[in-house]
């Protein structure tokens, strides 16, 4: 049995716990104060033979009307800083902490590390699942290991873990959390490293520039990490919808990536597409070719694309997942039919 003192509801409305704010209701929602309480949840949801579905700022997730799982929630806990704030900083972030609080509060204290990553919705502890990124960064840059408890499995009990990250496979957008480890594993805190002499990566867009107005205009002497976060959030705030505002998942495609001959075939056909070099080949911005398809602003009943970033779909109200997913695909089709490009979609589709 549960305890008491987890917060738990039966037929959970997660209507509000999605950004896109699509309808949903679960059989049950838990929530934790402590990562200690997850094996009693992990028990109880083998009692009630539900699945277990951690669900973090339900920023990148698309959910259909009714989730077939437990759905489990970590509440934010205080950091722990240590006394002496050094040039290196080991930090324990807590998974159910607000991502952006953890830039802001890293940035004002002078640490680099996490700026570029401001405004991110979501909690911390599904932030190395996708690998989020932004401006030049991605949290792979200062992750170090992950903490959490793999599940019941095979008549194994649950186990807990400290996972190092080179051991996650993070890249663009991807991890083993997406793939093997899929369902398996639930993240209970990420252990960073942060510093305050490292070099501040700015060559992403007009970042650079933005930061020199920004530092122009501001009065008093504010660390340049927060002045960078306070930048990249400006940017953010101008191009991207705010979801308390209106329903989405930030970008809803990863960038595709081609080889160097493709990328030259489309630079020559096309002049304007902006290309990125890759690891392997080139990045091409997805939201370029889906505005040159004629798709910003797009609206389709409940669902649409965003007017300022085409990489960007809006939940209106009153939709669902099948209409968003329907007008992804009309999106995919024609961007391949133009551009001869695949897009791969970045947010998960709950199937439970
Ligand atoms: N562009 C257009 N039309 C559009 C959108 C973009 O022409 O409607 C062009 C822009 O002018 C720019 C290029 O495409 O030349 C790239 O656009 P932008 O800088 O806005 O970035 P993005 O590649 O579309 C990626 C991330 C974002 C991240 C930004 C900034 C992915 C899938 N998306 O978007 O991440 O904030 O770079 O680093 O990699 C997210 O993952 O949810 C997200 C918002």
Request: net charge negative; aromatic share 8%; hydrophobic share 45%.
């Amino acid at each position: 049995m549960v305890s008491e003192a987890l917060i738990r509801q039966q037929n959970a409305d997660l209507t509000h716990l999605n950004t896109l704010g699509f309808k949903c209701s679960a059989p049950w929602l838990v929530q934790v104060a402590t990562a200690d309480e997850l094996p009693a949840v992990f028990d109880f949801a083998h009692q009630q033979d539900l699945p277990v579905f951690p669900l973090g700022g339900g920023s990148n997730v698309i959910l259909r009307p009714a989730l077939n799982a437990l759905v489990l929630q970590q509440q934010p806990l205080p950091l722990d800083w240590p006394q002496d704030l050094s040039d290196q900083l080991l930090l324990r972030v807590p998974a159910g902490n607000n991502w952006h609080q953890l830039v802001m509060e890293t940035a004002s204290k002078g640490y680099h590390g996490l700026e570029n990553l401001a405004l991110i919705p979501g909690q911390a502890g599904a932030a190395p699942i996708q690998n989020i990124g932004a401006y030049g960064a991605e949290v792979a840059d200062c992750l170090l290991a992950v903490e959490g408890w793999w599940l019941p499995e095979a008549g194994q009990p649950a186990r807990f873990d400290v996972i190092p990250a080179a051991d996650c496979c993070l890249g663009y957008r991807d991890s083993r959390f997406k793939r093997d480890w899929k369902g398996r594993f639930v993240i209970t805190a990420l252990q960073i490293q942060l510093k305050r002499s490292a070099e501040p990566r700015l060559n992403y867009g007009d970042l650079a520039e933005r930061l020199h107005l920004r530092q122009q205009q501001q009065a008093g002497d504010l660390p340049l990490p927060q002045l960078i976060a306070e930048t990249v959030a400006a940017i953010r705030r101008e191009k991207l919808p705010d979801p308390a505002a209106i329903g989405n998942v930030g970008s809803f495609f990863k960038n595709p990536l081609v080889d160097h001959q493709q990328a030259q075939e489309l630079q020559a056909a096309w002049p304007q597409l902006p290309i990125y070099p890759a690891e392997q080949g080139s990045k091409l911005a997805a939201g370029w070719l889906i505005d040159q398809c004629g798709f910003k602003g797009f609206c389709k009943g409940a669902v649409g694309v965003h007017d300022r970033q085409a990489l960007v779909l809006v939940h209106h109200g009153g939709g669902d997942a099948e209409q968003l997913l329907a007008l992804a695909d009309e999106i995919v089709t024609c961007v391949q039919a133009r551009f001869g490009v695949p897009l791969e979609r970045e947010p998960e589709v709950v199937k439970l």
